[in-house]
């Protein structure tokens, strides 16, 4: 597996993205992208039926399908006692997600200092800076960024002041 700076490399036919400290879409068109956050190991029938809707959603509104995880689990930082045994590893992950047919795919490295980031931080630095979500689609009981203190609420609350919609589905 090749992994390039923010633009990516065509792995499979999904860009796969890890430099998040400038705009991704470096190509010229610009864009936004419908973009969905999560662990995402295994890839489940609850997790392709949130990426079939990102998916639909990004093609409905000319934007990218964005998939944003992690290169670890972030319970193997936050609390590796009680951190679940994954599934897949990384590549296997990445794979997965590739068939689903998303045009990117994010890895955020997680390590102390990212789980130590505030969500607000998170949102505005990836999200908007790096990506430019439109829409951001996820469970009902999302949680992330410093102690899981983000959820549906406060991406509500940041998506009013940087012109993103979020969209909670409910859990399958």
């Known amino acids: ?11 499979r036919s999904v860009q796969v993205i890890t430099d998040l400290s400038r705009p991704a879409w470096t190509d010229g068109t610009g864009g936004r992208s419908v973009l969905t956050i999560g662990a995402y190991d295994g890839v489940h029938r609850g997790h392709q ?11 409905e509104l000319g934007a990218r399908s964005v998939v944003v995880t992690f290169d670890r689990h972030p319970a193997s930082v936050v609390r ?4 679940p045994k994954l599934l897949t590893d ?3 992950k ?5 068939a ?5 795919t994010v890895l955020v490295h997680f390590d102390d200092a ?10 505005e630095r990836v999200l908007v800076g790096c990506l430019a979500a439109q829409r951001i689609v996820v469970g009902e009981d999302f949680h992330f960024g410093q102690g899981r203190s983000g959820n549906v609420a406060l991406l509500r609350e940041v998506g ?9 589905l409910d859990l399958i």
């Open 94 to 98: 990445l794979e997965l997600l590739a």
């Open 49 to 59: 039926a949130v990426i079939r809707e990102v998916r639909r959603q990004a093609a």
């Open 114 to 123: 990212q789980a130590a980031e505030s969500p607000q931080s998170f949102v």
């Open 100 to 104: 689903t047919g998303v045009d990117a």
């Open 80 to 83: 590796p006692e009680s951190a």
């Open 160 to 168: 009013v002041r940087h012109d993103f919609d979020v969209e909670p």
């Open 1 to 11: 597996l090749h992994r390039r700076r923010c633009t990516g490399v065509a792995w």
């Open 90 to 92: 990384l590549d296997q």
